[in-house]
């Protein structure tokens, strides 16, 4: 069992907007910044947010933002290459780990 | 541009070691915490270790602590993984990444299979 909660599964259509969650506790998500990383067909993992930062070259439909002990990803109009499985990480004070999320599978209908 | 090159991967039996390699080049290597994650066929990403800036202060997940060792040498822009005693389990792509808390660039990875 994963010390963050995604969903298993979101799905939407293109020019939707869908948000993937991130769940932990104050010692993970309550006390450090979170990074969302996308992996498109099992090659290497790419950071699409950290923080609230987007790094150069993600577009701007990406977002994030975080409200107490979750965080959120938000794709604003959604495009077929988005499809892909979506992790959530960040380091636990109390464990001493880099704590990762099971991953969210999103789908474009 | 920031890139990171892992490379030892490869087949060993059950008991056997490898070290693997990371190369970075395009930043500061100094000025960065790094970390190596794996993905196990069909699974998800999982954190396998990380050191400071300076190698003064590593972390290990407890299914490695005592197997695998995190290291750096910041003459070469080199971060590596000392993994001995392997098992099935460890059969994973191994990453390299930058970062703690939040990771902000990955390296392409490099396979482990450990047969019985």
């Known amino acids: 069992q994963s010390a963050l909660t995604q969903e298993a599964s979101v799905s939407g259509t293109v020019g939707q907007k869908v948000t993937l969650s991130c769940t932990g506790d104050r010692n993970n998500i309550g006390r450090y910044g979170v990074g969302w990383y996308q992996q498109t067909s099992h090659g290497a993992p790419k950071t699409v947010m950290f923080g609230n930062s987007l790094p150069p070259g993600i577009p701007e439909r990406f977002s994030a933002s975080k409200s107490g002990t979750t965080s959120s990803l938000t794709i604003s109009g959604l495009q077929p290459e988005d499809e892909a499985d979506y992790y959530c990480s960040t380091w636990d004070y109390s464990l001493n780990v880099q704590v990762f999320g099971g991953g969210t599978k999103l789908t474009v209908l | ?116």
């Open chain 2, 1 to 116: 541009d920031v890139q990171m090159v892992e490379s030892g991967g490869g087949l060993v039996q059950t008991g056997g070691s490898l070290r693997l390699s990371c190369a970075a080049s395009g930043f500061t290597f100094t000025g960065y915490w790094m970390t190596w994650v794996r993905q196990p066929p069909g699974k998800g990403l999982e954190w396998v270790a990380s050191t400071d800036e300076v190698g003064s202060e590593t972390h290990h997940v407890d299914s490695v602590r005592g197997r695998f060792t995190i290291s750096r040498d910041n003459t070469k822009n080199s971060l590596f993984l000392q993994m001995t005693s392997l098992r099935v389990e460890d059969t994973a792509i191994y990453y390299c990444a930058r970062g703690k808390a939040v990771i902000d660039c990955w390296g392409q990875g490099t396979p482990v299979t450990v047969s019985s």
